[in-house]
């Protein structure tokens, strides 16, 4: 079966340290993934995306994350959090097969806390 | 670009009855899905529409269902509501060829 897996439901960190969120996945094929970020009472925003390329994938708000195929892994990292980061992060994965660019398969999700 | 939006924000409801939600997608974008957000079961996949017709549908019973019109904006319905149903019901829209969902700010469902 397919899923997405957030073992942190909390990550705490200082403004100006580097942050992570780790996310693993199990899914068939070549995974399409994906970050989206939640802040209170709002719909989710985009932040990056791994279809294909570079490990390293770059993207909003100076976010990265880098898929690691032998450990199924798209951990989103950041050099320097600032307190405007906190907010409800969530990893997902297009569901396969048969998916299609509409249905994902989301992780629970982390709350990210940056504190002054 | 106008965003995706969606009407009503807030919706209060008692057990047995049926709640339509309305979902406008960002111009020019074809595809329209659907996600229930809860605490404790987090962000579950409903439906897909696409040019009117349904692509995919998640694991939900039969009293959920939708509808895509040609202008591309899409309805929700809910039927005999039960307590279980009270979440957060996210809508998202695609623009063809784009794997990046555009999210809305969502209805928040309360049945009582």
């Known amino acids: 079966a397919q899923s997405v897996a957030q073992p942190e439901d909390q990550v705490n960190v200082a403004e100006g340290n580097p942050l992570t969120v780790k996310c693993t996945y199990s899914v068939s094929g070549n995974p399409y993934l994906f970050w989206y970020v939640q802040y209170p009472n709002r719909g989710l925003q985009f932040l990056l995306k791994?279809?294909?390329?570079?490990?390293l994938v770059k993207g909003s708000y100076g976010f990265e994350a880098e898929f690691n195929k032998s450990q199924t892994s798209f951990h989103l990292k950041k050099p320097s959090a600032l307190v405007s980061d906190s907010a409800l992060y969530f990893c997902?994965?297009?569901?396969?097969?048969?998916?299609?660019?509409?249905?994902?398969?989301f992780g629970k999700g982390t709350k990210l806390s940056v504190k002054p | 670009k106008a965003g995706v939006t969606q009407t009503p924000r807030y919706l209060i409801k008692t057990r047995g009855q049926q709640v339509t939600l309305s979902c406008s997608p960002i111009s020019g974008h074809r595809s329209v899905s659907w996600y229930q957000q809860t605490p404790g079961q987090g962000l579950q996949f409903l439906f897909e529409y696409f040019s009117e017709t349904q692509r995919n549908k998640g694991n939900f019973p039969g009293r959920f269902s939708g509808r895509q019109f040609s202008n591309s904006r899409s309805e929700m319905n809910v039927s005999t509501l039960e307590l279980g149903d009270s979440a957060l019901y996210l809508c998202?829209?695609?623009?063809?060829?784009?794997?990046?969902?555009?999210f809305g700010s969502g209805t928040q469902l309360s049945v009582l």
């Open positions: 997902a994965v297009r569901a396969r097969p048969g998916g299609s660019q509409g249905n994902l398969i």
């Open positions: 998202a829209s695609g623009d063809r060829g784009g794997e990046k969902l555009f």
């Open positions: 791994y279809i294909t390329g570079d490990n």
